[in-house]
């Protein structure tokens, strides 16, 4: 059986590991100002959200400067794509269950 991620579960960083999954190459990136519009939080929630997602080594956060401007760029690693697809896995489980199955 798959691993329910209660860290990932949460909904704004299930919605951060998603968008970061989706993008077609493992190790393609996004800006931090592109996922914070694309989810429409704040930049303290998004960046409270993407330290504990740090914080469990499931994403890169690289920080650097184009031009003379800042720039934050988020990636998953190999163990948060794991860690997603084991949590998606996980939750597929849970909605084949059926009452017919002897789960109640």
């Known amino acids: 059986m798959a691993r329910f991620d209660e ?13 970061l999954h989706a993008l077609d190459d493992p190790e393609a990136r996004l800006d931090f100002r592109t996922l914070r ?6 930049d303290g929630n998004l960046a409270a959200h993407l330290r504990k997602l ?4 499931y994403i890169r956060v690289e920080k ?5 401007k800042p720039r934050t760029y ?4 190999h163990a948060g794509r ?9 939750l597929q489980e849970i909605l084949r269950t059926t009452p017919g199955d002897g789960v109640e």
């Open 54 to 57: 740090e914080d469990a080594g």
């Open 74 to 77: 988020i990636a998953l690693t």
């Open 37 to 42: 519009d694309l989810l429409g939080v704040t």
């Open 64 to 68: 650097t400067f184009v031009g003379r």
């Open 7 to 19: 860290l990932i579960h949460q909904p704004v960083r299930l919605r951060i590991m998603a968008a």
């Open 82 to 90: 794991a860690a997603f697809e084991a949590h998606v896995q996980a």
